[in-house]
């Protein structure tokens, strides 16, 4: 997928348009579940502004990872936008599900089908921000550790770390909530009932043992 992003991003640059329209089929979805975990409704907002800064820039583009860097004018573009909102209140928001989790630890494969929900995504926008970009970077956008720290100006290894606990986080959160919502049979609470004649509306109590 990175060569054929790399041959985008020349033909591209050279005014393919076919091939710019290839480069933001490719990336929007997940640049837009990024920016929705940022600034929640107002993502489609600030990746519009991202992608006009994109294509404005893009002839200047000297090579790398492309999807860094445009994560990256994507990410710039979200601060901005916050600074001026002063951070209101998030709102849930129906977003597309994720998909194709990329991430490598262990815990993914736990949260790998939970957080393939739209409610998943209103549940990373709870954890720390450092780690909710890290998994966001990580396991949507697809970027490796060493890449997703150069966007965020960390250590490899804290971006490794901050992904780590923010997915056993996430995982916790989504087995807790499967916990809640599930009937707890233990009770009896949905547990079904003997059937009784129907001529008789209460069963009798009862009687005690002759004798």
Do not use: K
Request: hydrophobic letters at 45%.
């Amino acid at each position: 997928m990175t060569a054929e992003l790399n041959e985008a991003v020349a033909a591209a640059q050279a005014g393919d348009e076919e091939a710019f329209r290839f480069l933001y089929r490719s990336l929007q979805p997940a640049l837009l579940r990024y920016l929705t975990a940022l600034v929640g409704a107002d993502a489609e907002d600030v990746a519009s502004e991202a992608w006009l800064q994109i294509s404005r820039d893009l002839p200047s583009f000297t090579g790398g990872e492309f999807r860094a860097w445009a994560v990256t004018i994507a990410r710039n573009r979200a601060m901005d936008h916050l600074r001026r909102r002063r951070r209101r209140p998030s709102v849930p928001v129906p977003v597309q599900a994720l998909n194709d989790l990329a991430a490598d630890a262990d815990t993914a494969d736990r949260a790998g089908e939970a957080i393939a929900t739209e409610s998943a995504l209103a549940l990373i926008r709870t954890l720390p921000p450092a780690e909710a970009e890290a998994v966001m970077l990580r396991a949507v956008i697809g970027l490796d550790a060493e890449t997703a720290g150069r966007v965020l100006g960390r250590r490899a290894g804290a971006v490794r770390t901050a992904a780590h606990r923010g997915l056993r986080r996430l995982a916790a959160m989504l087995e807790r909530s499967a916990a809640d919502t599930a009937p707890d049979d233990s009770r009896g609470a949905l547990a079904p009932r003997p059937r009784t004649d129907r001529q008789v509306p209460h069963a009798p109590e009862a009687e005690p043992a002759e004798g």
